[in-house]
C-alpha cells in the first residue's frame, strides 16, 4: 500500500512559481511510476506530468510541456512538481498519484493506471 499526501499549493499571481510536494508512505514507494494530475472546476481530471520509478523518464503534457517540472527523491519517499511561467489556466486541484503496477516500462498517462491517489492541493493563479 502506498498513501500520498500533497502539500504546496496557494494562491499566486500569474508568471509566478510554485512546487508542489507529494509524500508517500509504504516502503515500495521507489518501485511505482509517480503522476501529477489536475482537475480545473467543471472539467474532467487530467494528465499532468509523470516519472518512471527510476526517476530516468518522464511525460508532459503539451499544456505545461516547458514550464513545469517533475521529479522524485525516493530516498524522501517525495514526489515533486515544479511549475514556472503559471497561467490562469493552470488553476486546478492538483493531484499526486501512484501507478497500479510496481516497476512499470512506461510512464503512463492514463489515470486509469493510477491505483494510489492522494487528496489534492489547490492551486490558484491569478491574472
Known amino acids: 500500500q502506498v498513501q500520498l499526501v500533497e502539500s504546496g499549493g496557494e494562491l499566486v499571481q500569474a508568471g509566478g512559481s510554485l512546487r508542489l510536494s507529494c509524500a508517500a508512505s509504504g516502503r515500495t514507494f521507489s518501485s511505482y511510476t509517480m503522476g501529477w494530475f489536475r482537475q480545473a472546476p467543471g472539467k474532467e481530471r487530467e494528465f499532468v506530468a509523470g516519472i518512471s520509478w527510476t526517476g530516468g523518464s518522464n511525460s508532459y503534457s503539451d499544456s505545461v510541456k516547458g514550464r513545469f517540472t517533475i521529479s522524485r527523491d525516493n530516498a524522501k519517499n517525495t514526489v515533486y512538481l515544479q511549475m514556472n511561467s503559471l497561467k490562469p489556466e493552470d488553476t486546478a486541484v492538483y493531484y499526486c498519484?501512484?501507478?497500479?503496477?510496481?516497476?512499470?516500462?512506461?510512464?503512463?498517462?492514463?489515470?486509469?493506471?493510477?491505483?494510489?491517489w492522494g487528496q489534492g492541493t489547490q492551486v490558484t493563479v491569478s491574472s
Open positions: 498519484a501512484g501507478e497500479r503496477r510496481p516497476y512499470s516500462p512506461v510512464v503512463s498517462t492514463s489515470q486509469d493506471e493510477y491505483r494510489y
